[in-house]
């Protein structure tokens, strides 16, 4: 159920793309409650929604490689590379250019699966926000592993039987084989019913990201990969706010409601970042 001001609400989606109209009659239909502030909070989180299945799309037909971070690799005209196989935006480049530069260069680009999501988060609120919004709010950009800019902002719930496109999940293989270490997990972005983008392994079913992790299994193991319950996703109130034309009233983190469960924000330093098993690849 979706109640938009505390109260059901009929909503004209005439004009949003399919995937949009799909995802808001899921959640019309589900017996969780989803509390919006208005009909432009609502609006805006189906458009961020559907630009981060576009650009996990995007990702994965660029030519990226998937690679560890010791074999990292960037296009120097646009990225500094740090010595943890980082990518740190050189001077003079903006972050939408760098950003944009990796889906039209993908094949001078490698790394792994954490950095690959944290690059289609960045790329979905690129198309969904003023462009000038996102230089300024994303500079100095660092990409490098589940580091991210504080004004990201990810939030963590618990559900994965209720997650929608554009969400991102986690594969964990708990017998993975010590001498592949980087095939412990896959962090994936659901991009449509039982399809998830996870880089290294490609757009598949679950049935098909677990088939590739038992791959990588200790031999003789007998305990499969599996799909944890944690979802993570933007906060889209908040950045709905940078918006071209935004009139959605702003709330702090703290004041927002949670559609689901409670959420967890983990703030070290200047940057907020999650470390637990759902990000543990």
Known sequence: MILIGGVERTVDTSTWSQLAQSIYEQKR???????????????FEMKLRSNIVE?????????????TFKNARCNEQFWNLTAEGGFRLKEGITPAAGIRDIFVNGRMYGFECATAVVIVLYRGVLDSIQETEFN?????LLLYDWHYDSDLRLIQEQGSEHAYPGDVLYFKNPEFNPETPQWRGENAVKVADN?????????RSKEGILFTLNRFRLPFSTTSAYLTDQVI??????????????????????????TRSPYIYARIGGQRFIRDQLFSA
């Open 29 to 43: 239909n589900s017996p969780i409650t989803y509390s919006y502030n208005s009909v432009e909070h609502l609006n």
């Open 55 to 67: 650009a996990a799309k995007g990702l994965n037909e660029s030519g990226v490689r998937f690679t």
């Open 136 to 140: 300024r709010i994303f500079a100095n």
């Open 195 to 203: 399809l998830y983008y996870g880089h290294g392994i490609g757009i």
């Open 233 to 258: 996703h933007p906060d889209f109130l908040y950045i709905s706010k940078f918006a071209s034309g935004a009139a959605i009233t702003s709330v702090s983190a703290d004041e927002q409601i949670s």
